[in-house]
């Protein structure tokens, strides 16, 4: 009997920015991409932990280290992307998300700083990427965030706050750009085995998912077969968000 030969995702050569990429679900992400041949742009704050992952991909890349708060970043981003790889095809915008804290313990400044963390960092990220994306007639944007857009999680208000107003610009933003190429997904994790999990502790009873199988399925939302996938916000999260 012959079989069909393994899914080409269509991503050999393609660039990406891959934000948060230390550690975590952004670094699992980072390197499921750069299996596929796709050269990177791998930010964090940490340079020794960046400079280890670029030491490990299989495809080049490039560590920046910054702020992801800072509003000048993003452009600068997409210029070095475009400048030592001539293009760019991806982005995947991640960062941490915020602490934990019932709806009416918050203060004021910590839901402004969620805000700023949550919702503006992959808004901007979003609008220098598309840029090159547009004239190229090609993109992909994969913004992760958590399974808070679909189902509020108690004890995190911050995070049920700021998630759900990305989702709304996000899918905004998917409409205005699919005749452009390019599509526009959030994808929510779950709990995974992560730092940020261990940090904020298990919010429920269900599985705990792999890293690497998270990035795997972000890297499919960027190939080629996806072009019909877009304005979604895809669950991760082994069944835990009960809502339809």
Not at 82 to 97: H, P, S, T
Not at 124 to 136: F, G, I, N, S, Y
Request: charged fraction near 20%.
């Amino acid at each position: 009997m012959q079989y069909g030969v393994s899914m080409e995702l269509g991503l050999e050569g393609r660039v990406a920015i891959v934000t948060a990429a230390s550690r975590g679900l952004g670094r699992a992400t980072a390197e499921a991409l750069s299996e596929e041949g796709v050269r990177t742009v791998v930010v964090a704050r940490t340079r020794d932990a960046l400079e280890e992952l670029v030491a490990s991909l299989p495809a080049p890349a490039i560590a920046v280290t910054g702020d992801l708060t800072d509003p000048e970043l993003p452009a600068r981003l997409v210029e070095l992307a475009l400048r030592e790889f001539g293009r760019l095809d991806v982005l995947v915008a991640n960062n941490g998300g915020p602490p934990r804290g019932a709806a009416l313990d918050v203060s004021d400044s910590e839901i402004l700083a969620a805000i700023e963390h949550n919702l503006l960092v992959p808004v901007r990220l979003v609008r220098e990427a598309v840029k090159p994306m547009r004239a190229a007639g090609w993109g992909r944007v994969c913004i992760i965030a958590s399974g808070s857009v679909k189902q509020p999680m108690a004890d995190l208000a911050l995070s049920n706050t700021a998630r759900p107003g990305l989702w709304g610009w996000a899918k905004t933003a998917a409409n205005e750009v699919a005749g452009d190429g390019i599509t526009v997904n959030l994808v929510c994790p779950g709990h995974h085995a992560t730092a940020r999990t261990a940090q904020i502790g298990r919010m429920t009873n269900g599985p705990t998912g792999d890293p690497k199988d998270f990035g795997k399925v972000v890297t499919f939302l960027c190939s080629t077969h996806a072009k019909f996938v877009t304005g979604t916000a895809m669950l991760v999260d082994g069944g835990n968000v009960k809502g339809l």
